[in-house]
């Protein structure tokens, strides 16, 4: 199975900052790499599929990059909205794996 | 509107069945892939299963493999999870999510687009 480590498992900045999270696959995916928000409650929702392209809908100042095993999600001007978990997910090769989550809690 | 909505959950002992429904509308339900993923109680995201758009191929998580079975009735835009053998381990809230992309490309490769409210299962005696 491949494996995929997130990092940090949590942090809290301030609004306005620009926030990193990284995703590492144990092997290459190339660019079946999905970000996903989920707020306390309620399900998952699709911020950036095929590791860089934005959902329609998402705000523009997330963004995702990288292919083959090292990827990051950006959000830039974060905003108290932005709170909750994120999570990354591989779709190269069943079983799916996500990684283990970043909770982003607005300071 | 596009639209989600699981129905099944509940209350159950351990070695029993539970058989979770995911009704779809708004999009061609029969063009796109479908998954099952669920959360443990205060835990991550974990990938169940997933049928294809046709319902010709399936696939499972080891942990359920043997045990759960995927099902679709493009006929009635459902899904469904057959859950035998349930173990307290499987105690989750079920959620089913829609393929992003549809026939022509590899299955979620534009994500899990749309998911439902998710359904609660709880396997113990």
């Known amino acids: 199975d491949i494996q995929m480590t997130q990092s940090p498992s949590s942090l809290s900045p301030s609004v306005g900052d620009r926030v990193t999270i990284t995703c590492r696959a144990s092997?290459?995916?190339?660019?079946?790499l999905n970000w996903y928000q989920q707020k306390p409650g309620t399900a998952p929702k699709l911020l950036i599929c095929?590791?860089?392209s934005l959902q329609s809908g998402v705000p523009s100042r997330f963004s995702g990059s990288g292919s083959g095993t090292d990827f990051t999600l950006t959000i830039n001007n974060l905003q108290p909205e932005d709170f909750g978990t994120y999570y990354c997910?591989?779709?190269?090769?069943?079983?799916?794996?996500f990684g283990q989550g970043t909770r982003l809690e607005i300071k | 509107e596009v639209q989600l909505l699981e129905s099944g959950g509940g209350l159950v002992q351990p070695g029993g069945s539970l058989r979770l429904s995911c009704a779809a509308s708004?999009?061609?339900?029969?063009?796109?892939?479908m998954t099952w993923v669920r959360q443990a109680p205060g835990k991550g995201l974990e990938w169940v299963s997933l049928?294809?758009?046709?319902?010709?191929?399936?696939h499972y998580a080891d942990s359920v493999k043997g045990r759960f079975t995927i099902s679709r009735d493009n006929s009635k835009n459902t899904l469904y999870l057959q859950m035998n053998s349930l173990r307290a381990e499987d105690t989750a809230v079920y959620y089913c999510?829609?393929?992003?992309?549809?026939?022509?490309?590899?299955?979620?490769?534009?994500?899990?687009?749309?998911w439902g409210q998710g359904t609660k299962v709880t396997v113990s005696s």
């Open positions: 999510a829609k393929d992003g992309g549809d026939m022509s490309v590899a299955y979620f490769y534009y994500g899990m687009d749309v």
């Open positions: 708004g999009f061609t339900f029969s063009s796109h892939a």
């Open positions: 049928i294809s758009a046709s319902g010709g191929s399936t």
């Open positions: 092997q290459t995916i190339h660019t079946y």
């Open positions: 095929a590791a860089s």
């Open positions: 997910q591989q779709s190269s090769t069943t079983p799916y794996t």
